[in-house]
């Protein structure tokens, strides 16, 4: 287990005292965050008064919009938040209940709850993968058979890219890779660029992501940053990503990013041999240590490296991580402990947000897929028609959790 205490192993010896910054992202609960959600609602009710006017369509839209909050937070209230220099969140990848954009966010979500004639974004997330290139070779890499050959995508085809979903309307970007951060002057420049018109992300392994590199991405304008940490063991989180060295780089990046302020993620992959009530709770002790404000759950799929292989959770190992999400957002003895993002929670329940619905999959060759896990290609973001194939890969829905909605 880690906590506060030196980290020993067969190999190494890491005291997370050394690699631990000072500030911390508070989970805000109690009165605190009831004033802030009662804040909020209002803020939203005043909205859906102002697109919608009669009494009937007032109400009908409010309460899709509550059932759709329930649907992706897996319970009938906002239990936390996380405050991030001032600014209070509710989940990864949506913008800080006091900014502009989480009203433009309610405003996408209300179109898809029922059209209005205000502006909304098409999509609330894209992921960019804008590299082939990694140091590491991780066991779960859905990139894997593209991982270090040739770059296909070059500087002006990243620009074209981001302005494309720009162009439609994309709330979140993130980009990915390979390992994003070999391209971080290229990240800098797209996010000074664009820092008005959407929210950036760094998907990163650690590698590369220094001291200097963060301040000059949170200076450019990054949102935030999620960083992969997939075992409590320095040993076995180094031999999963094929490489040695890479749990405490994986350390210093969170970090780096907490000095300067970016709202923090840890992103897990759950592997059947992780997923049990002891190291999920365990886990999330460590992430609490550290002092980031969200932890995401991922599950392994058949796909890249662990195609064709037997990786997919069994129903007891599922619910495990649905007890999990569910408890460390809800249950008092978690009050302090960072928020739980679980997609394959709602995924079961709502159907799939990707597949061009709320979100998608750009590969490191500009094509889009439905999500990092569904390789079915459907047309270019480079293509001038690209927004027709947004439209077919929406059509076509995903395979395994249909389309996103509640009836």
Known sequence: MVHSTPLQTAQQDICLDDIRSEKRQVPVTGRAK??????????NAWIVVQLYKWPWRILRVLNQLRLRRNA?????????????????????????????????????????IQPHESHADRLALAHL??????PLRCEHCFEWDNL????ALTTSDIDTMVDNLLSVGTANIAFSGGEPMLRVHE???????????SQFWVLTSGFNFTAAHAK????????????SIDDLSPDKHDAFRGKPGSFKEALEAVKHAMDQGLVTAISTCVTRDKANPQYLHAFMDFAKDL?????????PKPVGHYALQDVLL????LRALEACFLSCNADDAYREHPIVIYHGYYQRRGGCLAAGNLGVYVDTNGDFMSCPFCHKKNGSLLDSDFEQNLNDLQAMGCDSYGQFGLS
Do not use: Y
């Open 216 to 227: 000059s991405l949170k200076e450019a304008g990054l949102m935030g940053v999620v960083v």
């Open 187 to 197: 990240i800098v420049n797209t996010v000074r660029r664009c820092r008005d018109e």
């Open 148 to 151: 270090n050959k040739p770059e």
């Open 72 to 112: 992706l937070a897996g319970a009938a209230n906002v239990h936390k938040l996380v405050c991030v220099e001032g600014q209070h969140l509710w989940r990864l990848h949506l913008p800080p209940w006091e900014s502009p954009k989480f009203d433009r966010f309610v405003h996408s979500e209300l179109q898809r």
């Open 314 to 317: 069994r129903e007891p190992e």
């Open 129 to 134: 993968a804008i590299t082939k290139k990694c």
């Open 291 to 299: 002092g980031v404000g969200f932890v995401q759950l991922l599950e």
């Open 34 to 43: 009831k004033r802030l959600h009662r804040r909020r609602l209002l803020k």
